[in-house]
């Protein structure tokens, strides 16, 4: 069932009145998943990124590109303290699935959708966008919504 269809946001424009510096891009995206063991699996094996930090039971972390993926446990983080330094870093957690993307080129999206296959993952949805770019969806063990899309979604 369909509640609505979304109209795509090209040319979006920064505010006017926006001040201060601006960011330079997101550094890191963040997922929870309560099963750390099947979180890494998939990205690693699956979707092939590198670990680059395991904390059993808290977290596992991912080089992506230029950035970071972040796999917590939501219990741990949302009620557990850690300490850098004298700083406590803010508790944080999430209840249900969330969603994010990779960005692959054009030339990949039928080598992605083998993989997929190849590895028994179900592709959820896969979308040519009416004004470039497209998208082919899974799901990680935890529910979350896996994009892999080509740039030309948000980008000329």
């Known amino acids: 069932m369909v509640d609505r ?16 510096p601006k960011p330079q ?11 750390l063991s099947a979180a890494r699996d998939f990205y690693e ?5 590198a670990v680059v930090s395991v904390e059993p039971e808290r977290h596992v972390f991912f080089r992506v590109g230029q950035g970071m993926l972040l796999v917590f446990n939501p219990h741990d983080t949302e009620s557990g303290t ?13 209840a249900g699935p969330s ?3 990779f960005e692959i080129l054009p030339q990949q999206v039928d080598a992605i959708r083998e993989h997929l296959a190849n590895r028994k993952i179900a592709i959820e949805a896969e979308i040519d966008w009416p004004t470039g770019g497209h998208s082919i969806y899974c799901r990680d063990p935890a529910g979350n919504s896996v994009e892999f899309a080509t740039r030309e979604l948000w980008f000329d």
């Not at 890191?28 to 309560?34: A, R």
């Not at 850690?82 to 999430?94: A, C, E, F, K, N």
């Open 25 to 35: 891009g997101i550094l890191e995206t963040v997922v929870y998943c309560e099963c």
């Open 5 to 20: 269809e979304i109209e795509p946001m090209h040319g979006l424009r920064r505010s006017e009145d926006a001040s201060g």
């Open 45 to 49: 094996h699956v979707v092939g990124l």
């Open 99 to 101: 969603h994010f993307a």
């Open 82 to 94: 850690v300490l850098v330094g004298d700083q406590m870093i803010p508790r944080h957690g999430s």
